[in-house]
């Protein structure tokens, strides 16, 4: 909204906007892009690859941009990068493709442990590919990988709670999903003694170890230049799906101390923020 006023659509003079808020239930997604519909949007503005999908199911006509993505070619709502085609487009997240970093950053905080969880979420068309981008990395870090895959955000303390004697760390897919429940995720991870790395700050707010992913503010920010050139007469076909600029090394020194952990200098050094 904030790109939409500065590039003249003004909410209530010359833009009209239709919320709905899944909450992590996107079964719920379907039923709310046909009530969108029905009201005769002229754009759907979403993020997260099922919504994205219900979307596309439910439209081949009104232009559909995304947020955040984490493989929209992968997830087949484009054909490409540089030529999405059908009247989808957006910007992609590139989430898989950090699993590499995020390892190595978890292997600087804890140089002698091995065992890392992977908490994903087994609906979501990402999370294979994460998993698969994680273990292609690991040969250089050496972890002993275990995949927690859940559903539903009532299975999340009991796959965390039964890590206490079994994990060293845990890695949080990036997913809608964790992030309604990222209050949670942190205290039960904190509970367990396990520290955690995720893809976006707001795990890191509520009290997670680390992040290291997209800004996702500079992303929807983005995806106000898609709908003010989509309004002005673009086809979405025509614009390219674009990668992310920005990343961000978000930091909690009080978990780490909650943890008993020593942060090196470095890498506090590199974080684009220290939470105290």
């Known amino acids: 909204m ?3 006023r500065e590039l003249g659509w003004i909410e209530g003079r010359n833009l009209q906007i239709e ?16 009530e ?9 503005v979403t993020h997260a690859p ?21 493989d929209p070619v992968g997830i087949g709502v484009v054909a490409s990068l540089a030529r999405p085609g059908g009247n989808v487009t957006g910007l992609s997240l590139q989430s898989a493709d950090l699993a590499g970093k995020r ?3 978890l292997r600087e905080i804890i140089p002698g442990r091995r065992r890392l969880a992977i ?28 995949v927690l895959e ?43 003694r396990l520290p955690t790395i995720s893809g976006t700050r707001e795990y890191v707010e509520a009290g997670s170890l680390m992040s290291y992913g997209a800004n996702f503010t500079d992303l929807f920010r983005r995806a106000g230049d898609y709908v003010d050139k989509i309004l002005r007469g673009a086809n979405a076909s025509d614009l390219p799906v ?22 090196p200098p470095t890498l506090l050094a590199r974080a684009d923020e220290v939470i105290e």
């Open 2 to 4: 904030q790109r939409l």
């Open 19 to 34: 919320y709905r808020w899944a909450e992590g239930r996107f079964d719920r997604s379907p039923e709310m892009i046909a």
């Open 36 to 44: 969108l519909l029905a009201l005769k949007a002229e754009i759907i």
């Open 50 to 70: 099922l919504n994205v999908i219900a979307a596309r199911r439910v439209t081949s006509v009104i232009p559909i941009v995304f947020a955040a993505v984490g």
């Open 103 to 105: 390892l190595e950053l």
């Open 119 to 146: 908490l994903i979420n087994a609906a979501s068309p990402n999370a294979a590919l994460e998993v698969s981008e994680v273990k292609a990395a690991n040969p250089k870090f050496d972890f002993e990988v275990t």
């Open 150 to 192: 859940i559903k539903r955000a009532e299975d999340i303390a009991p796959a965390i709670g039964g890590l206490k004697l079994g994990a060293d760390a845990l890695y949080v897919q990036t997913d809608p999903l964790f992030n309604t429940n990222r209050s949670r995720i942190s205290a039960l991870a904190l509970d367990a």
């Open 242 to 263: 674009q990668q992310p600029t920005k990343f961000d090394l978000i930091v909690n020194l009080k978990t780490a101390k909650a943890l008993g952990l020593e942060l």
